[in-house]
C-alpha cells in the first residue's frame, strides 16, 4: 500500500502562486491515479485535479475552476505529484489533500480514491 504526504500550503496573497507536493512511499506512484481534492470550511469535498498512471499514459484532468491556472505533474524520480498553483484567488482557500489509487473509471469522484494523504492548508488572503 502507498502512503502519501502533502507539503507546501501555506498563505499566500491574491495573484500568487504556490507549488503543492504529494510525496509517495511503499510503493512506485508512477503505477498510480493521483488527484488532487480540496475542502473549503463548511463545504464538500471537491475535484481538483488528476493525473493518470504511466499504463494512461499519464493523462490529465482539471476542474473547471482551476483550468488555466493549476497545473499537475509527476516527478518520476522522486515519486511525487506537484500541484502548480498559480493565479491564485481567495476562493482557492481550502485544505487540499491528495489522492491515490489504481484501477479507477472516473478521475473526479473521490470514492473512487482509495489512500489519501492528511491533507496541506492553502490560505489565499491579502
Known amino acids: 500500500q502507498v502512503q502519501l504526504v502533502e507539503s507546501g500550503g501555506g498563505l499566500v496573497q491574491p495573484g500568487g502562486s504556490l507549488r503543492l507536493s504529494c510525496a509517495a512511499s511503499g510503493r512506485a506512484l508512477i503505477t498510480y491515479a493521483v488527484a488532487w481534492f480540496r475542502q473549503a470550511p463548511g463545504k464538500e469535498r471537491e475535484f481538483v485535479a488528476a493525473i493518470t498512471s504511466s499504463r494512461g499514459e499519464g493523462n490529465t484532468q482539471y476542474a473547471d475552476s482551476v483550468m488555466g491556472r493549476f497545473t499537475i505533474s509527476r516527478d518520476i524520480t522522486k515519486n511525487r505529484v506537484s500541484l502548480q498553483m498559480n493565479s491564485l484567488k481567495p476562493e482557492d482557500t481550502a485544505v487540499y489533500y491528495c489522492?491515490?489509487?489504481?484501477?479507477?473509471?472516473?478521475?473526479?469522484?473521490?470514492?473512487?480514491?482509495?489512500?489519501w494523504g492528511r491533507g496541506t492548508q492553502v490560505t489565499v488572503s491579502s
Open positions: 489522492a491515490a489509487s489504481q484501477g479507477l473509471r472516473n478521475y473526479r469522484i473521490g470514492s473512487e480514491y482509495n489512500t
